[in-house]
């Protein structure tokens, strides 16, 4: 593989031109699509073969005209028992009626024919239907309907629209440019140059644009749920900014062991690039793999964001070289650019015959090595007390695992939005006035094979369900037209996300199962995230035994070791224990929950656990190869394998410590986003990094490499045959020249 990239990286530098003209056709291309072929994105989470989607779907077969989104006005008087006088009954009216001729509604229904009134005769909820699902309203519609109830309010009273209709996408605003920005100060003092962090910076947002236009032209033809391009624009920009850091900082190594552009880009691309093939194809695997869960919306949102991460790598082996090409020698600070005045030039030139930029001069001396950086000290310290580091290593991230074992999962509601927002006032509102289980109520569909059997089985069900714990009310039933199915609304004591409203949902499917002449079906938001919740709960071990078993594979393929593999594989399992904890303490028990701008603790949501055990496999393994491949090459070319660890972390520390501030830098900067989803992922895959590179990489991996000995590049012969080599060190490379260079990444 080393050989054929080598051919790649020389082939796009000498042919620069074109290659940038290439991407830019192509985003030109992707961008007019999206602008044109744009669908909504979906905010359901829809879940087949669960009780409660089958539910929705006979809903929607038998009562076509509530098949739309639903809306929940809450009303305020001033006065308790206001809304029983003609003055306050006058008022609800009017407010009713404005709500009907809202644009895209149904109708709406007066809370005082249907006793949608509070017992201090204070609160009310005036229901509204639209014609069309929340994810068809539109954002004119949406808006006249946050804005109803203007001249009611200037009457005294307190109007709050609320319901599934308020979903919509999470903006993308200038909270995330922080952290581009701090990613953009930490390639310059990385690089030292202006040129090469700024070539590098380019050629990640040029491949971002690319795979954010495709995804987004491609949401007219299939279902993208609002978080979906929000996870892919997360790690299209980290991996993006790290992959071009990796080629590019490799290729400025070659410029000063005095090799030229071209052969400096060909072997970064050669070597580095192999790296970043192999990272990418880890990332894509265990994004790809969320397939296995069978979960249409949280495929969708792997295979999204394992799309733009294959155009990152696409963009760093062939965009990046191209790049180089034009900046020449100028990638280099300037103390460093030890070259003759008159062989200077622009680094701007023809594409094949360009004389002055492939073959200039090389630096007319090449730098001592520094073994006295700050990664050599950390190697050298940390080997030398390996056994009480890894002892205090462990130590530490078993205590921040702690909250793991209390990790509850759910969808967010509208009790968990941020403050002020219209979807927590209406939430607040109704839960002062009636209850917390007002806001996320629960609809039971009974269907009989004819009218008679429904109309005998709805009494039996609904005593069923009012001798149950914890059910505050049972509203009587609406009967489909021909009167085969009933539905029947269930209201909680507790709120949505409360354990004993899961507690509720199973009590009251037990308690139905057995109604004879019908089946009883439980759903509604509330149902349908506990279905959710649950169905990844049971996918996770799975899921992460996959992961797992993958990377002790892959990496037995690189390293051709056992031992090696398995210590990356636990210490992937340290980072993702460690990184649960802290989002739990934080997010779900509410520890320094100001910090991260969050007002109300809730469980975490359904398919973070498994999106960051997918993600972070990935990025572990970037630091992973990037750290050992170093150790192994110095070990096979004699070093002893404490010299040889000393010799991987201090080459490769201050690359593997810039990328993660960047990774952490692009991750954190979603932190500062209200949407709670959003937020709780940025959050974990922050911490998931900053535990993984700065803790069991650069910490715990050099100690356990150092007291593992030799013993660490152990592999049986029987297996080191049976093995293919993938090469991604680069020794087919060296041998394809037919030199000693070294080819280390």
Known sequence: MATLLYRLGRGALRRRRLVVALWLV????????????????????????????????????????????TGTIAV???ADGQLGTPEGQAVVQELVQEASALPGVVGAVNPLQVGAVSP??????????????????????????????????????????????LGGEPEIGSTEAIGVLVAAIVLIITFGSLVAAGMTMLNALIGVGVGMAGLFALSGVIELTSTAPILALMLGLAVGIDYSLFITSRH???????????????????????????????????????????????????????????????????????????AGHRVLPRRLRAVPTASVSDGVGTDEDDTDVTDRPAATTTPIEDRNGFGFRWARLVTRFRVPVILVSLLGLGLLALPTPDMRLALP??????????????????????????TGRLAVVVAGD????????????????????NVLAVAPPQLS?????????????????????????????????????????????????????????????????????????LLMLVFRSLLVPLKAALGFLLTVAATFGITVAIFQQ?????????????????????????ILFGLAMDYEVFLVSRMREDFVHGDTAREATISGMGHGARVVTAAALIMISVFGGFVFLDDPIIKSMGFALAIGVAIDAFVVRMTIVPAVMSLLGDRAWWLPRWLNRALPNVDIEGEGLRTHLGDRTPTHV
């Open 120 to 165: 201090n005769g204070r609160y009310a909820l005036v229901q509204v239907q639209f014609a069309t699902g929340g994810d068809e309203v539109t954002d004119e519609q949406r808006t006249a309907y946050e804005e109803v109830g203007a001249a009611v309010e200037a009457k005294g009273w307190q109007v709050a629209p609320g319901g599934e209709v």
């Open 450 to 469: 004819d009218a008679q059997a429904t109309a005998a089985a709805v009494p039996q069900v609904t005593a069923m369900i009012q001798r149950t714990e």
């Open 481 to 553: 037209p021909d009167g085969r199915t009933a539905l029947l609304g269930v209201v909680p004591k507790t709120g949505p996300t409360d354990e004993a409203t899961e507690t509720l949902v199973h009590d009251v499917r037990d308690a139905v199962g057995g109604v004879q002449g019908a089946d009883v079906l439980l759903t509604g938001a509330t149902a349908i995230g506990i279905d959710v919740s649950e169905k990844l709960s049971d996918a996770l071990p799975i899921y992460l035994l996959l992961v797992v078993g993958l990377s002790v594979l």
């Open 26 to 69: 192509v985003l030109v291309v992707a961008g007019l699509a999206a602008a044109t072929l744009r669908g909504p994105t979906a905010s359901n989470f829809t879940m087949p073969g669960t009780e409660s989607q089958r539910a929705l779907d006979l809903l929607s077969e038998q009562f076509p005209a509530a098949s739309g989104a």
């Open 76 to 78: 305020k008087a001033p």
């Open 252 to 326: 400025r190594q070659n410029l000063l062991e005095g090799m030229s552009p071209e052969e400096a880009v060909g072997r970064a691309v050669g070597t580095a690039g192999s790296a970043v093939v192999f990272a990418g194809a880890t990332v894509v695997i265990a994004l790809a793999g969320l397939a296995v869960v069978n979960i249409p919306f949280l495929t969708v949102m792997g295979l999204a964001a394992a799309a733009t991460v294959t155009i990152a790598v696409l963009v760093a082996i062939t965009l990046q070289p191209a790049l180089l090409g034009f």
């Open 590 to 614: 509410g520890h320094l929950a100001s910090l991260v701008g969050l007002d109300t603790p809730a469980p975490l949501v359904s398919f973070l656990p498994i999106l960051l055990i997918g």
């Open 413 to 438: 509601d509208a009790s968990t939005a941020t403050e002020g927002s219209p979807a927590r006032v209406a939430s607040d509102l109704t839960t002062e006035g009636f209850g917390p289980g007002f």
